[in-house]
């Protein structure tokens, strides 16, 4: 079967670096995404990779191991506004988006 | 703002009710979708329309029935619904045909609570 999987919940401490990690299973693969929920609001796109390596935008990089199965979401210099929700979604041969059920990142001051 | 509007935010419903749920996106997209989200649980993707064709129905019961009237416009009829039918329900929609657009824009939802 297809799966996403990752972590429920991180913390981490206002100015430090998190990465959220997401491994996935599936048919095929034709892409991975990362979006942002904050609770209450719409998710938000907020990266695409589909070649390995390290996608980097602001303080928010993005990193793809197609042979690993493997995805992580890299935040530096956290900010309070940056406690959300990231949902990692896997896109399969039949360009179907296979979604994890999110991580929940609560920011310390 | 995403340019995409859904109505009501919130919506409370007998399970003898008949309801809808309006989603509008004002970003000249063709795609539209409706998504399933409840807690700690996977965005369920549940319809697909593409210029106003239905191209995926993900083994939705009937009670949920769908209708895009153009581009523009999504709509989700709800009836005789069970309490586990209680989520967020969110639209989105995107550029291009689904399966080759690299971003979907969402709506803020509608939660929805079936007593």
């Known amino acids: 079967g297809q799966n996403i999987d990752q972590p429920t919940e991180m913390t981490a401490t206002e100015g430090a670096i998190v990465q959220i990690n997401c491994t996935y299973q599936t048919s095929g693969f034709n892409g991975l995404f990362w979006y942002q929920q904050h609770a209450g609001e719409a998710p938000t796109f907020l990266s695409y990779n589909v070649l390995d390596g390290l996608e980097e935008k602001g303080r928010f990089s993005s990193f793809l191991s197609r042979s690993k199965g493997y995805s992580y979401l890299l935040l530096k210099e956290l900010q309070m506004k940056d406690s959300a929700s990231y949902l990692c979604a896997a896109r399969d041969s039949n360009y179907q988006l296979i979604w994890g059920a999110g991580t929940k990142l609560i920011i310390k001051p | 703002e995403t340019g995409v509007t859904q109505t009501p935010r919130h919506l409370v419903m007998g399970m003898t009710n008949k309801k809808s749920l309006k989603c509008e996106q004002h970003?000249?997209?063709?795609?539209m979708y409706w998504y399933k989200q409840s807690a700690k649980k996977p965005l369920e993707l549940m319809f697909v329309y593409n210029f106003k064709e239905q191209t995926e129905n993900n083994s939705v019961p009937s009670r949920f029935s769908p209708e895009c009237p153009n581009s523009s416009h999504l709509f989700l009829h709800l009836h005789t619904l069970q309490p586990e039918d209680s989520a967020l329900y969110l639209c989105?929609?995107?550029?291009?045909?689904?399966?080759?657009?690299?971003?979907?824009?969402f709506g803020p939802g509608t939660r929805l609570t079936v007593t």
């Open positions: 989105a929609s995107s550029q291009g045909s689904p399966g080759e657009s690299y971003e979907q824009y």
């Open positions: 970003l000249g997209h063709n795609a």
